[in-house]
């Protein structure tokens, strides 16, 4: 499809704003002008600020009029295996590794512990019966000091009988989650699996993201279940993220370095990285 | 931060619908009654009731009150790849998969058109701005109800060059145009990369799947880039789909697939 009109002026504006043009906080022209300057419709216009709204370049206040936002850079998160480690992204330790790839900044406050009775999704997928005691270790992410992703794991307290006392510690598990049961005791993560799905921001969630109340910004949820050697499932992670600023990247098969390592489209690296 | 009575109210029956503790054709408590409980104004609990209306979950039945709705059972495409049919016919791939979950698939036939390539198009083809283009675009159903829009972009090189005459074809490639590239001219795709993204639906999108006129349910929007055994992409397929009837898996890692060659 030829590019709509509404995505033509999107992206005009958005030059203005990449350019500097239209610097943070400044307002966009009204709808009005809009229309005259690119004789379209008020649907047109209006659609082309809806889309600017879900990159999270701007914001509308009611009465007020449209403005730019300190603009985030999307940050995009890999869910396929590593090949090297054949773990996915955007968990634990990985994560903070990830995001100072990208050359960006990474933090991540103690997460809080809670022991929670399996119900619902969480059972399933954890192939506990209702009411089976877990592990629930909840953490909020940030990049670049602006809020980008929420992320709870839960594991069946056997774990813990076991002998992975850690995961009852409210503090980072270094050097990871992983690691540290593999080495207490012997579990292996094998395969795993996600589930990636779609939905509305809770107000909380809205709360966290700094979300737009007109809800026009979606989160993103992604379920990845981990099996162990025996194909048994031993933890299930959570991950809601803000659509507005986050990308996700999935590799099949033969894939040139420089794509894999190229963070987004339009931003080759020159030459080919090798590690 | 705000966090608005109404979405308290809301955000609490919608959790109730999730877990199933409100069924579908449940009627939920009146006006009264919710006003009752959350000590709210019947003008706060006319707005919970919106949203969830909005957002597809609860229904208004005239003169009987509001009762959830039944879910839509989400289609799952499998994000990874899979060993045995990797790189070989994708054409009936999508409505096999359809198939497999128990389910009626169907797509119009595609509208070709040409371009010149600009923006993600020329970047996800490594193509010079303004090359030429040609885009294959499919509306597709399952179950009578719209899923997804998908458009696939490939060089013009590939039709006047190479002589990929079926491309301009507005006709079905049956066997894929995977597997037709494989056929015609030894191109085979090696590897791939999907960017997945979430945004507002556009006006035509909003119409086509039905979607509330807020755009509050969000689209997914997927790239897949195909590339060839040499490395270079060949293929760029966009679909979009609303997020309220499309989920994604993605098994890793895939032990069979090597690698990149170095």
């Known amino acids: 499809m030829p590019d709509p009109l509404y995505r033509r002026i999107a992206d005009d504006l958005e030059q203005q704003i990449a350019s500097g043009v239209l610097l943070p906080g400044a307002k966009l022209p009204t709808e009005q002008e809009l229309r005259a300057q690119f004789r379209a419709s008020r649907n047109t216009v209006r659609d082309a600020v809806r889309f600017l709204t879900t990159r999270g370049l701007v914001q509308t206040w009611p009465g007020q009029g449209t403005f730019v936002i300190v603009k985030t850079e999307p940050y995009v998160t890999t869910l396929s295996a590593d090949p090297k480690t054949g773990l996915g992204g955007g968990e634990g330790e990985a994560f903070k590794a990830e995001v100072l790839a990208q050359g960006r900044d990474p933090f991540t406050p103690n997460p809080r512990v809670e022991i929670k009775q399996a119900a619902g999704v969480i059972a399933e997928e954890l192939r506990l019966d209702a009411g089976a005691n877990i592990v629930s270790r909840h953490q909020e992410r940030y990049i670049d000091q602006a809020p980008s992703s929420l992320q709870t794991s839960y594991y069946p307290m056997s774990l813990v009988h076991d002998g992975a006392q850690m995961l009852m510690v409210a503090s980072d598990i270094m050097p990871g989650t992983v ?15 996600d589930r990636i799905t779609v939905r509305p921001p809770s107000a909380e969630e809205s709360a966290f993201f700094r979300l737009p109340d007109s809800g026009l910004v979606s989160v993103l949820e992604t379920f990845r279940t981990a099996f ?5 499932p031993f933890r299930l992670t959570v991950s809601v993220y803000a659509a507005d600023r986050n990308h996700f990247a999935v590799f099949g098969g033969a894939v040139p370095t420089r794509v894999r390592h190229g963070q987004s489209p339009g931003e080759r690296p020159t030459q080919d990285r090798d590690d | 931060m705000t966090n608005p009575k109404y979405r308290q109210i809301a955000d609490s029956l919608r959790e109730e619908i999730d877990a199933g503790v409100l069924k579908a054709g449940t009627q939920l408590s009146t006006e009264i009654e919710l006003s009752g409980q959350w000590r709210a104004s019947r003008s706060t609990v006319r707005e919970a009731i919106k949203l969830l209306t909005e957002l597809g979950l609860v229904e208004a039945r005239p003169g009987q009150g509001t009762f959830v709705r039944a879910k839509i059972v989400p289609f799952v495409t499998d994000l990874s790849a899979d060993p045995a049919k990797f790189g070989e016919r994708d054409g009936d791939l999508y409505s096999q998969s359809v198939k497999a979950q128990h389910r009626v698939p169907d797509s119009t036939t595609p509208r070709v058109e040409t371009h010149l ?25 399952i179950d009578g109800q719209p899923y997804s829009l998908q458009t696939s972009f490939f060089s013009m090189d590939l039709v006047t060059v190479r002589g990929a005459d079926r491309l301009i074809v507005a006709e079905d490639i049956r066997e894929g145009s995977t597997q037709y590239l494989r056929d015609a001219l030894g191109v085979k795709e090696a590897g791939y990369r999907y960017l997945i993204t979430v945004r507002t639906p556009d006006r035509i999108e909003t119409t086509f799947f039905r979607l509330p006129e807020d755009g509050r349910v969000g689209v997914f929007e997927n790239l897949r880039t195909s590339y060839d055994q040499d490395g270079n992409p060949f293929r760029l397929t966009v679909t979009v789909c609303p997020g309220d009837r499309n989920e994604f898996v993605m098994n890793g890692p895939d032990p069979d697939i090597p690698d990149e060659p170095h």
């Open chain 1, 228 to 232: 162990d050697g025996n194909d048994k």
């Open chain 1, 179 to 193: 690691k540290y049961l593999g080495d207490v005791l012997g579990l292996r993560q094998t395969r795993y699996r």
């Open chain 2, 117 to 141: 390539a600009v923006g993600e198009v020329a970047t996800e083809l490594e193509l010079p701005a303004r090359s030429l283009v040609l885009s294959r675009h499919q509306q597709r159903f």
